[in-house]
């Protein structure tokens, strides 16, 4: 019991900090987040999961940008293709500018000899591809693999019209001139084809060289693979004799120095 002057006792102060701090902490509950349900957790896990592919991929295109000479004479590079040789049938494919052929029968001559060293370096199969014919049609460059009789010509009348060019005389020309003869044979198991990126023209003429390529793959390169591995073992156990007959000498050459 109090009188009417007295203050409020401390209940009637609880009981007004509980009513002042009821707004507060509705505000509060608000604010935070609510704790999800097991249907957001659901849905979230549905929108996580990548979509089913409804049928097997027939290929995989994988890009390796950058210069050739850091993918085929790297250790990288090397790892990389023989990773995915050793999963499934791999073609490399090697894009040519062809406009820039057609301007120059050396600089088609070096792009040959890139891809000659791709093949030989990888010893997988190698498509030829001869991009943007578009601007220029690839029948040039296929006819310079097959004829080479036609490459002789046009080296000939570009030789002729720059006459004074450092690259039509001397060492370069001459170079060319022998490289021609030489990747003559290497042409002949080669596939080809012109494609167009920016058209799409020639896309389907790309994946059936890609699956000439891939038949060579298993009758080649796994062979080969097969080759490479029973040489790999034959070497290991060559060493292990060879070091197992060092020891035996070795062995033997102690306990006759004990003896002494």
């Known amino acids: 019991r109090r009188s009417c002057g007295e203050a409020p006792t401390t209940n009637d102060n609880s009981e007004k900090e509980e009513e002042d701090s009821k707004p507060a902490a509705a505000d509060a509950a608000s604010a935070a987040p609510s704790p999800p349900t097991a249907t957001s957790n659901t849905e979230n896990d549905e929108e996580a999961k990548p979509a089913k592919i409804e049928k097997p991929l027939d290929y995989i295109l994988v890009d390796t940008p950058g210069q050739i000479e850091s993918f085929s004479w790297s250790a990288s590079g090397q790892i990389f293709s023989e990773s995915l040789a050793s999963a499934f049938p791999t073609v ?68 002729a019209e720059n006459s004074g060019d450092a690259a039509t005389s001397g060492y370069y020309a001459s170079l060319t001139r022998s490289l021609s003869l ?79």
């Open 92 to 159: 490399l494919a090697y894009v040519v500018d062809t406009p820039r052929c057609a301007s120059s029968p050396n600089t088609f001559m070096s792009n040959m000899l890139y891809a000659c060293s791709m093949m030989y370096r990888t010893r997988l199969p190698l498509v030829v591809v001869f991009n943007k014919t578009d601007v220029v049609g690839s029948e040039f460059a296929e006819e310079w693999m097959t004829d080479y009789e036609a490459f002789q010509t046009a080296l000939d009348d570009f030789t």
């Open 182 to 260: 030489v990747l003559d044979e290497f042409y002949s198991g080669l596939h080809h084809c012109g494609v167009s990126a920016a058209t799409g023209d020639g896309v389907s003429g790309f994946w059936d060289a890609v699956d000439r390529a891939a038949q060579d793959f298993e009758a080649d390169y796994v062979s080969d693979l097969r080759d490479r591995v029973e040489e790999r073992k034959a070497r290991r156990r060559a060493k292990a004799r060879h070091d197992m007959k060092r020891l035996e000498r070795d062995m033997k050459a102690a306990s006759v120095k004990d003896e002494e």
